[in-house]
Protein backbone atom coordinates (compact mmCIF):
# COMPACT_ATOMS: atom_id res chain seq x y z
CA UNK A 1 0.00 0.00 0.00
CA UNK A 2 1.16 3.24 -0.86
CA UNK A 3 2.60 5.37 1.93
CA UNK A 4 0.26 8.04 3.04
CA UNK A 5 -3.32 6.64 2.39
CA UNK A 6 -6.01 5.87 4.21
CA UNK A 7 -6.49 1.82 4.65
CA UNK A 8 -10.39 2.33 3.95
CA UNK A 9 -11.96 5.54 3.32
CA UNK A 10 -14.53 4.19 6.20
CA UNK A 11 -13.15 4.89 9.25
CA UNK A 12 -15.72 4.31 11.96
CA UNK A 13 -18.80 6.37 13.42
CA UNK A 14 -16.41 7.91 16.01
CA UNK A 15 -14.88 10.16 13.22
CA UNK A 16 -17.59 11.63 13.06
CA UNK A 17 -19.21 11.65 16.47
CA UNK A 18 -19.16 15.31 18.25
CA UNK A 19 -19.40 13.42 21.28
CA UNK A 20 -16.01 11.70 21.08
CA UNK A 21 -12.84 13.33 21.91
CA UNK A 22 -9.26 12.10 21.59
CA UNK A 23 -6.86 13.76 24.48
CA UNK A 24 -2.78 13.30 24.59
CA UNK A 25 -1.30 12.56 28.18
CA UNK A 26 1.50 14.04 27.90
CA UNK A 27 4.35 13.49 31.20
CA UNK A 28 7.40 16.35 32.20
CA UNK A 29 10.54 14.94 32.57
CA UNK A 30 9.22 15.39 36.49
CA UNK A 31 6.22 13.91 36.74
CA UNK A 32 6.15 11.58 39.43
CA UNK A 33 4.47 8.58 37.39
CA UNK A 34 5.33 6.51 34.36
CA UNK A 35 4.20 6.31 31.37
CA UNK A 36 2.96 2.36 32.01
CA UNK A 37 1.51 3.85 35.69
CA UNK A 38 -0.55 5.93 33.97
CA UNK A 39 -1.77 3.70 31.66
CA UNK A 40 -2.62 0.68 34.05
CA UNK A 41 -4.31 3.78 36.43
CA UNK A 42 -6.37 4.47 33.18
CA UNK A 43 -7.50 1.05 32.60
CA UNK A 44 -8.44 0.26 36.35
CA UNK A 45 -10.04 3.61 36.10
CA UNK A 46 -12.54 1.22 34.21
CA UNK A 47 -14.65 3.75 32.00
CA UNK A 48 -15.63 2.97 28.45
CA UNK A 49 -12.48 4.48 26.76
CA UNK A 50 -9.52 3.30 24.43
CA UNK A 51 -6.12 3.67 26.05
CA UNK A 52 -3.21 3.75 24.21
CA UNK A 53 0.42 3.56 25.55
CA UNK A 54 2.96 6.30 23.94
CA UNK A 55 6.56 7.40 24.29
CA UNK A 56 5.22 10.69 25.61
CA UNK A 57 2.09 9.09 27.84
CA UNK A 58 -0.63 7.53 26.48
CA UNK A 59 -3.50 8.68 24.66
CA UNK A 60 -7.64 8.52 24.66
CA UNK A 61 -10.30 7.98 23.37
CA UNK A 62 -13.97 7.78 24.05
CA UNK A 63 -16.96 9.88 24.65
CA UNK A 64 -16.20 13.05 26.00
CA UNK A 65 -17.76 13.04 29.27
CA UNK A 66 -15.82 9.59 30.36
CA UNK A 67 -12.93 11.34 28.85
CA UNK A 68 -12.66 13.83 31.01
CA UNK A 69 -13.47 12.00 33.89
CA UNK A 70 -10.51 9.88 33.27
CA UNK A 71 -7.63 13.01 32.97
CA UNK A 72 -9.39 14.25 36.21
CA UNK A 73 -8.67 11.28 38.08
CA UNK A 74 -5.55 10.77 36.64
CA UNK A 75 -4.15 14.43 37.46
CA UNK A 76 -5.10 13.78 40.89
CA UNK A 77 -2.22 11.07 40.83
CA UNK A 78 0.51 14.13 39.95
CA UNK A 79 -1.51 17.72 39.26
CA UNK A 80 1.84 19.17 38.38
CA UNK A 81 3.33 16.61 36.03
CA UNK A 82 0.62 15.27 33.72
CA UNK A 83 -0.59 17.66 30.79
CA UNK A 84 -3.46 16.90 28.39
CA UNK A 85 -3.64 18.39 24.82
CA UNK A 86 -6.69 17.34 22.66
CA UNK A 87 -6.15 15.44 19.19
CA UNK A 88 -7.99 15.52 16.23
CA UNK A 89 -7.74 11.75 15.59
CA UNK A 90 -8.51 9.10 17.17
CA UNK A 91 -5.46 6.39 18.18
CA UNK A 92 -4.61 4.16 15.31
CA UNK A 93 -5.90 7.00 12.43
CA UNK A 94 -4.19 5.72 9.58
CA UNK A 95 -4.27 9.18 8.38
CA UNK A 96 -1.94 10.21 11.66
CA UNK A 97 -0.49 6.98 12.63
CA UNK A 98 3.37 6.85 12.43
CA UNK A 99 3.12 3.44 11.53
CA UNK A 100 1.10 3.86 8.34
CA UNK A 101 3.11 6.87 7.63
CA UNK A 102 6.41 6.38 7.77
CA UNK A 103 7.87 8.68 10.21
CA UNK A 104 6.81 11.16 12.42
CA UNK A 105 3.55 12.32 12.41
CA UNK A 106 2.52 16.23 11.95
CA UNK A 107 2.71 18.19 14.91
CA UNK A 108 5.15 15.82 16.73
CA UNK A 109 7.81 18.28 16.35
CA UNK A 110 5.46 20.79 18.15
CA UNK A 111 4.97 18.76 21.02
CA UNK A 112 8.67 17.88 21.24
CA UNK A 113 9.22 22.21 21.49
CA UNK A 114 6.14 22.01 24.18
CA UNK A 115 7.68 19.49 26.01
CA UNK A 116 10.99 21.28 27.04
CA UNK A 117 8.90 23.35 29.11
CA UNK A 118 6.50 21.35 30.77
CA UNK A 119 8.61 21.09 34.04
CA UNK A 120 8.67 25.21 33.60
CA UNK A 121 4.89 25.21 33.50
CA UNK A 122 4.55 22.48 36.72
CA UNK A 123 6.92 24.68 39.03
CA UNK A 124 4.97 27.73 38.05
CA UNK A 125 1.44 25.65 38.96
CA UNK A 126 2.86 24.27 42.10
CA UNK A 127 4.56 27.45 43.53
CA UNK A 128 2.39 31.02 42.14
CA UNK A 129 3.04 34.01 42.33
CA UNK A 130 1.94 37.35 41.22
CA UNK A 131 3.26 38.93 38.15
CA UNK A 132 3.25 42.28 36.57
CA UNK A 133 3.06 43.36 33.63
CA UNK A 134 4.96 45.95 31.58
CA UNK A 135 2.16 48.28 29.23
CA UNK A 136 4.94 49.47 26.76
CA UNK A 137 3.49 52.79 25.57
CA UNK A 138 3.59 52.96 21.72
CA UNK A 139 6.40 55.46 20.31
CA UNK A 140 4.91 58.61 19.99
CA UNK A 141 4.58 60.58 15.74
CA UNK A 142 7.05 63.29 16.56
CA UNK A 143 9.67 60.93 18.15
CA UNK A 144 9.35 58.56 15.08
CA UNK A 145 9.79 61.79 12.60
CA UNK A 146 13.07 62.60 14.95
CA UNK A 147 14.42 59.06 14.60
CA UNK A 148 13.34 59.27 10.69
CA UNK A 149 14.81 62.88 10.18
CA UNK A 150 18.02 61.46 12.08
CA UNK A 151 18.63 58.58 9.49
CA UNK A 152 18.03 60.85 7.03
CA UNK A 153 20.77 63.42 7.95
CA UNK A 154 23.36 60.39 8.53
CA UNK A 155 22.49 59.11 5.12
CA UNK A 156 23.10 62.64 3.66
CA UNK A 157 26.53 62.96 5.78
CA UNK A 158 27.64 59.61 4.44
CA UNK A 159 27.24 60.45 0.82
CA UNK A 160 29.49 63.33 1.12
Excluded at 117 to 127: P, R, S
Excluded at 140 to 160: A, H, P, T
Amino acid sequence: MPANLCITPDLGKEDMDPEVSTRMIILSSKANVSESEVVNFLHMLNLPITIKWTCYGAMISGKDEYVREAIRELRKLDPYGIFTKERGFAPGDPRRCRGHRYGPREGFHQMEKEFRILDYVGEALKNPREVKIEKKEPVSVDYFKEILEEEENKREDDKQ
